[in-house]
């Protein structure tokens, strides 16, 4: 079965950090590109960041640039997001997404069933 | 940056059909994709590619676009069908892919 778990929320006071983990498993995680989108309380669906299958294409959502570093291990099977300097307005579920691009963004035909993060003094 | 603009909310009857549009600039030059969120649940895709619908999609959801909308029809909408839908299209004047969200009621 295709699968992602994402794992790595909690609650985190306004600048600090915290690491988010994507677990892949049933296909093979080194092909395909990721995304990580996050939903926060009652609002729309945001992306928040890409990463090609070897890493060598990266994107960042503007609100998030300079503050977020998205990587992934293909050895490990796993997705990451490092977050700094984390807001207030950063407070929401995060999900990792599978991407069906190469190389460029394209569609997400896969989903974890998310992490929340809570950034609140 | 590219906008994309969908109604907040949809009302239908059961056994009727929903129409859930996105609109965009010259959207129909673009490919759109289209995603069903159940409360409390992660999105699921149910249309890419304008109007081709992934492996375990019923039929009854089908997709359309040309000029500057695109279009989610649910046919004979059921009361499972209830939930928010989001298009989302990838453009590279912008960082928001997804549009804004309709929410479908099942009256």
């Given at each position: 079965e295709v699968q992602l778990v994402e794992s790595g929320g909690g609650l985190v006071q306004p600048g600090g950090s915290l690491r988010l983990s994507c677990?892949?498993?049933g296909f093979t995680f080194s092909s395909y590109s990721m995304n990580w989108v996050r939903q926060a309380p009652g609002k729309g669906l945001e992306w928040v960041s890409y990463i090609s299958s070897s890493s060598s294409t990266i994107y960042?959502?503007?609100s998030v640039k300079g503050r977020f570093t998205i990587s992934r291990d293909n050895a490990k099977n796993s997705l990451y997001l490092q977050m700094n300097s984390l807001r207030a307005e950063d407070?929401?579920?995060y999900y990792c997404a599978r991407d069906l691009g190469a190389g460029t963004p394209y569609y997400?035909?896969?989903w974890g069933k998310g992490t929340t993060v809570t950034v609140s003094s | 940056s590219y906008v994309?603009?969908?109604?907040?909310?949809?009302?239908?009857?059961?056994?009727?059909t929903a129409r859930i549009t996105c609109g965009g600039n010259n959207i129909g030059s673009k490919s759109v994709h289209w995603y069903q969120q159940?409360?409390?649940q992660a999105p699921v895709l149910v249309v890419y590619d304008d109007s081709d619908r992934p492996?375990?999609?019923?039929?009854?959801?089908?997709g359309s676009n040309s000029g500057n909308t695109a279009t989610l029809t649910i046919s004979r909408v059921e009361a499972g069908d209830e939930a928010d839908y989001y298009c989302q299209v990838w453009?590279?004047?912008?960082?928001?892919?997804?549009?804004t969200g309709t929410k479908v009621t099942v009256l």
């Open positions: 677990a892949a498993s960042y959502a503007d407070t929401a579920v997400m035909d896969v | 994309l603009t969908q109604p907040p909310s949809v009302s239908v009857a059961p056994g009727q159940k409360p409390g492996s375990g999609i019923p039929e009854r959801f089908s453009d590279s004047s912008s960082d928001h892919p997804f549009g």
